[in-house]
């Protein structure tokens, strides 16, 4: 691996970006260089600071948008089957609800 001025290689991982494990399918990231497997000068003192991006953070929120639709899907759907089905009430959790009343 070539480095550029300034750079250094991980010494916790030795450049490799993971750490072995007694299992060789697990994958542990470095807790170092969190799998960059090169540093800068700041880095090779301090360790990478571990936040999230915006990227990461607008991949969470997307998923929580297609969980939450899932979810309104489905207490519909489950109303709906309850009123074909001759049901005046659908179970939540341990709230019952009458429906039409």
């Known amino acids: 691996m070539k480095l550029k001025d300034g750079e250094y290689l991980c010494d916790k991982c030795n450049g490799r970006g993971s750490l072995p494990t007694r299992n060789p399918d697990v994958v542990t990231k470095c807790p170092k260089c969190h799998g960059k497997k090169k540093l800068d000068w700041i880095e090779n003192v301090i360790g990478v600071t571990k936040n999230k991006s915006q990227e990461t953070l607008d991949m969470m929120q997307q998923w929580s948008n297609i969980a939450a639709d899932h979810m309104a899907q489905k207490i ?15 179970v939540e959790g341990n709230i019952i609800y009458k429906i039409g009343e």
């Open 76 to 90: 519909d759907e489950d109303i709906i089957k309850a009123i074909l089905n001759g049901d005046s009430s659908v």
